[in-house]
């Protein structure tokens, strides 16, 4: 048995020195200060990092197929009413969707950006006090409403109810609506009267848009948009004018859910008019992201970059009409981001290097400090006797 101990003891990596043998000094002790200061400042600097999570990326492919894209929007125009703002979207696709109403509001603003009134897009009921029937007579007690849709109707018992309805069966036959006095049902409603009396305010446009994932574009202009020709047009209101001041601040533009440290580059983006009619253009790129935090909950976003111009709308130009288009395009590849937490043997294992490391290196200045003033004192010990 004592013979295993002394064998032991043989392997022994850590000798022991009698407290005799020590020699302390001053320089010893500044370097054991200043080197256990560091080692408590990286300790705490490796405990933060453990305790709080680390994000990692990589990118791949992106395989998903049949998903839709939720782009949400908050949009002001400082100098267009929320009467004659019209959203449209299309895809490539084919799929496309003017005047779109649902899932948005309209906030009517003063001239000092002040809100006056919010509402659910649409311009409101009509007003039931003998509507002119579509048949040419005035509505009777016993009768049920069916206005004319003057000429427009796709059958022959097609009724249009409102303003709108009148303006919607325009816009499907391809015809521009130049003339709102003339319609009764416009008339009742006061629509005229409403869209001039909101001259001279703005608007501010929010809501969201549920569209295909595939490239597209989604576009605010004044007025009514329709088919003519295979050419997009817009039916202007001739009571507006013949310009449009299409100024803009995009308050928040997002295509899905937001996640941390997501960057929205147009939010607060602000464009000012400075000439005639136009076309402001926003071409973006979206990369699909998908976001997994430390406690496994997974969010499907995306993020985008984007590039800005403008275009002078021309007379005769059927191509370049005023408003604010927003054409998107998706990329190919996917960001992962996904949260964790530093296992603890990485934690530990990085204690340890930092508490020997700094503790062999100041051993290193020490050792290299100490022989350095033995050899100083030696030779000034020489030169004092010589």
Not at 24 to 31: E, K, P, Q, V
Not at 69 to 94: E, K, Q, Y
Not at 126 to 138: D, Y
Not at 216 to 234: A, I, M, Y
Request: with cysteine; charged share 25%.
């Amino acid at each position: 048995m004592a013979g295993v101990m002394n064998r032991l003891k043989n392997l022994d990596a850590y000798p022991k020195v009698n407290d005799d043998f020590y020699s302390r000094t001053l320089s010893g002790g500044l370097i054991t200060l200043a080197s256990s200061l560091v080692m408590l400042i990286l300790f705490f600097s490796e405990l933060r990092l453990y305790l709080h999570p680390v994000t990692e990326s990589q990118l791949r492919v992106d395989t998903s197929r049949g998903e839709k894209l939720r782009i949400n929007f908050d949009v002001t125009f400082p100098a267009l009413a929320c009467s004659i703002i019209s959203l449209d979207s299309m895809d490539i696709s084919g799929e496309q969707h003017l005047d779109v109403r649902h899932d948005i509001s309209k906030r009517r603003l003063d001239a000092y950006g002040n809100v006056i009134e919010t509402r659910q897009d649409g311009i409101g009921h009509a007003k039931i006090e003998n509507p002119l029937q579509k048949h040419g007579g005035r509505l009777e007690h016993n009768e049920t409403y069916c206005g004319s849709c003057y000429g427009a109707e796709a059958s022959d018992d097609e009724c249009c109810n409102s303003c709108e309805e009148v303006r919607e069966a325009y816009r499907k036959k391809g015809w521009a609506m130049t003339d709102h006095e003339i319609i009764d049902q416009c008339k009742r409603e006061g629509y005229v009267q409403r869209v001039k009396e909101e001259e001279g305010e703005g608007c501010n446009i929010f809501g969201f848009l549920e569209v295909n994932k595939v490239a597209g574009s989604f576009h605010f202009v004044p007025g009514k948009t329709f088919r003519q020709s295979g050419f997009h047009l817009q039916d202007l209101l001739v009571f507006q004018g013949d310009s449009y001041n299409i100024s803009h601040k995009v308050n928040r533009l997002t295509f899905g859910e937001r996640f941390p440290g997501v960057v929205n580059p147009l939010d607060g983006v602000q464009w000012t008019q400075e000439t005639l009619n136009g076309m402001y253009q926003y071409f973006i790129k979206v990369v699909p992201t998908e976001y997994t935090d430390v406690r496994g909950h997974v969010i499907q976003s995306n993020q985008f970059s984007v590039t800005e111009h403008f275009e002078k709308t021309e007379a005769g130009r059927t191509q370049s009409l005023p408003g604010v288009f927003f054409f998107y395009d998706l990329s190919p590849i996917k960001v992962i981001f996904t949260e964790q937490h530093v296992e603890f043997l990485h934690f530990l294992t990085n204690v340890c290097a930092i508490v020997g490391g700094i503790f062999t290196v100041s051993g290193i200045i020490d050792s290299f400090v100490y022989h350095g003033q033995r050899a100083i004192k030696k030779k000034m010990e020489i030169g004092k006797f010589g």
